[in-house]
């Protein structure tokens, strides 16, 4: 793979900080980033399709509502241009991606109830701690890589939360 293209939802600003730290990395690593600023399904399938006029490019998909929503579709076209994808969250993989890679949301939510609880009970918001997330999915679809025909490395079967076949 020698080019990477981020699909960053437009109205979604809170993650151009993170595509940002991909193109850095990206560079570093040799590879050609490619930023497709995206907020519909024709934005999407547009940005899409004239990445895969080249060939040698994956996908990176930041997580937003529009990419959740939006996720069968982005799944669909990165099989049928044959270009492997990096997901944020499990349930890209459920739907045939590549890999998913991030937080585990229903963790996220059990863990802010108690943060509701305790503001319930009396705590004030701003006096709680900052909590980041602790638990993290690496999810890996055999069946999708098996179809790109790909080779995944025994040590990332192994370092995978889940496989998926």
Do not use: C
């Amino acid at each position: 793979m020698i080019r990477v293209q981020i699909l960053l939802d437009s109205q979604y600003v809170g993650y151009v900080a993170l595509s940002q730290v991909i193109e850095t990395v990206a560079s570093r690593l040799g590879v050609v980033p490619i930023v497709a600023r995206i907020h519909d399904s024709a934005e999407i399938k547009d940005a899409i399709q004239r990445f895969a006029q080249e060939p040698n490019g994956g996908l990176v998909v930041l997580p937003s509502p529009v990419t959740a929503v939006e996720r069968e579709l982005i799944v669909g076209l990165a099989a049928k241009h044959r270009l492997p994808a990096v997901y944020p969250y499990r349930f890209f993989t459920v739907s045939g991606g590549l890999v998913a890679y991030g937080v585990d949301p229903p963790d996220f939510y059990r863990r802010a109830a108690s943060y509701v609880d305790l503001i319930l009970k009396g705590a004030k918001p701003w006096d709680l701690p900052v909590q980041y997330p602790t638990k993290f999915e690496f999810v890996i679809n055999r069946k999708t890589a098996n179809e790109l025909g790909l080779v995944v490395p025994w040590a990332l079967l192994i370092a995978a939360t889940e496989l998926i076949d």
